[in-house]
């Protein structure tokens, strides 16, 4: 009884120590995985590189995944560019796996103390502590845990439980193990830790360990998979390229053991000069042969592995919509053609803005899916731009550019908030069937503007178009409050649908406001290469046209 | 859609009726464009007949507007209807037009 509840504390203490590990690594070294991640497009190689720190530093392949299948989806990356990232984040995990492997029982005990004395201290107060003092707290409590599943079985018969663990897990039961293990886990290292650890309590052999590992390095690629969620097109083609790195492994390996087998090698023999005598570091050894396998080849063939993931999740038209067509990462370096390719990339945002409204003019054609798939694709396109203008600040600026990039970064985020108010403006109307007047006219008035908006952005375009904008965006709280007060007045007659008509006024009133904000900040400033004409500062009044 | 034209001293008058949506759009702009290229007055658009005005007929007359701007001349609306001076006014577009 003693026994199973140590084993199961010692799993407890594991899986906390993963999780807090996993999180405050995360948390600590998130920005820099990102900003390291982005690095990674110079070549295969270096992807490859950054995915093995980005792994090593995460622990989790699966996150490293998810994070390139997001910035494929944002538009950073190609498919092409994430694949050795994705590979290299396999390699990375193994890192975890060796220091699981050395016995570390003293080492423990010491960080143990230290991170107790830390938080008696308070340095846990300051953010950037308490980030790395979960990281050693989670790493004591995994070690551990580890030591708790070691030395569980010291009251047993060991010869005799590692004879029936030896009839009862087949190399098929280990190799299933691994895989459900690897699937609950979301991981591939957990259940090989474990394996590391069962290995040295003696109960279970090097020879059916194996197969545990290999079942688990494939269930991991599942696990990527399933958490894939509602990702398509190009970022769950990521998904995939890791499973393609786990197959590839296992093949390879699962080839090799074959080999040495038809060769007339003893496999447990040869796993044990594999790992210096030591099974745990055999395991080890076996793990990282698999990601390095794996992984190689996936970035070697990558033009096959690109092919096979894209024939099983095909480019969607989202994938089309969300890249960026003038910015890439390279451009930062060159601050001013960086902030021409801005201007361009924010006046394409804008030129799309009226696709996100409904067509309530030509109902037909209107197609809310499609609208949907804009959205997110402009949002996509406008969170990149943002991210590339920080990369831009972070670049040693001259004032004058300095000054640019930030009005460049309002122009977006006012791009981005109206690009949002739109949707959320087109979500309400689509709650009308048929639209009633007002909606119709809110909707085809709010197109109207941005018609004119698209006008006014490019660079050759006359000031007086944003004069016409600034008149058509002049205060019509008014009017608006009217409209409201007519509407509350009716609402005797169906709450809902008065409900969404006062919503959509309010929409349509943010918008207008964004609009004429966006109709500001897109005017060259003074200390810019365009003085402002004289022209520029008067609205146009209505005997002007 | 119908337009007809007529001439009432310098200025011209256009006497619209139908629909002003995305299919008519085009060829009103058209018509406004040659009205503003041929005459020296001002424009005067008559709305009486209409009873519908979308995005692309407000962005047609905009376009005729902006056309005149340089020559100093006006282009006028008439007669809207109650719900097409509804789309005016929430548009914004009745601050850019003398309507009577």
Request: hydrophobic content about 50%.
């Amino acid at each position: 009884m003693l026994i199973l509840a140590q084993l199961f504390a010692g799993l407890g203490l594991l899986f906390v120590g993963l999780k807090l590990m996993g999180s405050h690594l995360q948390h600590a070294m998130g920005r820099r995985v990102r900003r390291l991640l982005r690095a990674a497009t110079v070549s295969r190689a270096a992807g490859f590189l950054c995915g093995t720190v980005a792994g090593a530093i995460t622990q989790s392949s699966n996150a490293v995944t998810l994070i390139c299948a997001n910035l494929v989806r944002g538009g950073v990356f190609s498919p092409r560019d994430a694949i050795p990232v994705v590979a290299g984040a396999n390699v990375g995990t193994s890192a975890l796996v060796f220091i699981a492997s050395v016995n570390m029982k003293v080492a423990v005990l010491y960080l143990v103390a230290l991170v107790g004395m830390g938080f008696h201290l308070r340095m846990h107060a300051r953010p950037a502590w308490r980030e790395w003092m979960g990281v050693a707290l989670g790493l004591a409590l995994l070690f551990l845990g580890l030591d708790f599943i070691k030395s569980a079985p010291a009251g047993l018969n060991l010869a005799e439980t590692a004879r029936v663990i030896g009839d009862v897990l087949t190399p098929t039961r280990g190799f299933f193990l691994g895989m459900v293990l690897a699937v609950i886990t979301q991981s591939a290292s957990t259940p090989t830790i474990l394996a590391v650890a069962v290995v040295q309590t003696q109960v279970l052999g090097l020879g059916d360990a194996i197969f545990v590992v290999l079942g688990a390095n494939l269930g991991s690629g599942l696990a990527t998979l399933l958490s894939a969620g509602d990702l398509k097109g190009s970022a769950r083609q990521l998904c995939i390229s890791a499973i393609l790195v786990k197959v590839s492994g296992c093949v390879m390996v699962g080839a090799a053991a074959l080999a040495a087998i038809l060769l007339g090698h003893n496999l447990d023999e040869l796993l044990r000069y594999l790992g210096g005598g030591d099974p745990a570091f055999a395991i080890s050894v076996v793990f990282f042969a698999l990601q390095l396998s794996g992984g190689a080849l996936v970035v070697i063939m990558i033009g096959v592995s690109e092919a096979i993931s894209a024939r099983f999740s095909p480019p969607t038209r989202e994938d089309h919509l969300s890249r960026p067509r003038f910015i890439h990462d390279q451009a930062v370096k060159d601050p001013s053609t960086a902030l021409d390719l801005v201007a361009r990339e924010t006046a394409r945002l804008v030129t799309r803005l009226p696709r996100l409204l409904p067509d309530l003019d030509q109902r037909a054609a209107d197609d809310p899916k499609a609208r949907d798939a804009a959205w997110r694709g402009a949002d996509a396109i406008a969170a990149a731009t943002d991210r590339f203008l920080v990369d831009l600040i972070d670049q040693h600026l001259t004032r004058a550019d300095l000054h640019i990039t930030l009005r460049a970064q309002t122009q977006v985020e006012l791009v981005r908030a109206l690009q949002e108010t739109l949707h959320e403006f087109g979500t309400v109307v689509d709650a009308f069937n048929p639209p009633p007047p007002l909606i119709f006219n809110l909707s085809e008035s709010l197109r109207a503007l941005l018609l004119v908006l698209t006008d006014a952005v490019p660079a050759d375009a006359s000031p007086a178009d944003l004069d016409v904008l600034d008149a058509l965006t002049a205060d019509r709280s008014g009017l608006l409050d009217r409209i409201r007060r007519e509407l509350a007045a009716s609402c005797a007659t169906g709450g809902d649908e008065v409900r969404n008509l006062m919503r959509a006024t309010s929409l349509f009133e943010r918008a207008i406001w964004l609009v004429r904000r966006l109709s500001l900040a897109l005017r060259p400033g003074p200390n810019e290469d365009n003085p402002p004409s004289a022209e520029s500062d008067r609205l146009l009044s209505p005997a002007d046209m | 859609m119908q337009i007809e034209t007529e001439e009432n001293g310098a200025d011209t008058v256009l006497k619209v009726s139908g629909r002003l949506d995305t299919l008519n759009a085009k060829p009103f702009e058209g018509k406004l464009l040659e009205a503003v290229k041929q005459s020296n007055g001002c424009i005067i658009v008559d709305l009486t007949g209409v009873d519908y005005v979308s995005s692309s007929g407000l962005r047609a007359l905009l376009v005729a507007g902006k056309a005149m701007t340089p020559h100093k001349r006006k282009l006028r609306l008439k007669s809207l209807q109650p719900q097409i001076q509804e789309v005016f006014d929430i548009s914004g577009f009745s601050a850019l037009f003398e309507i009577a």
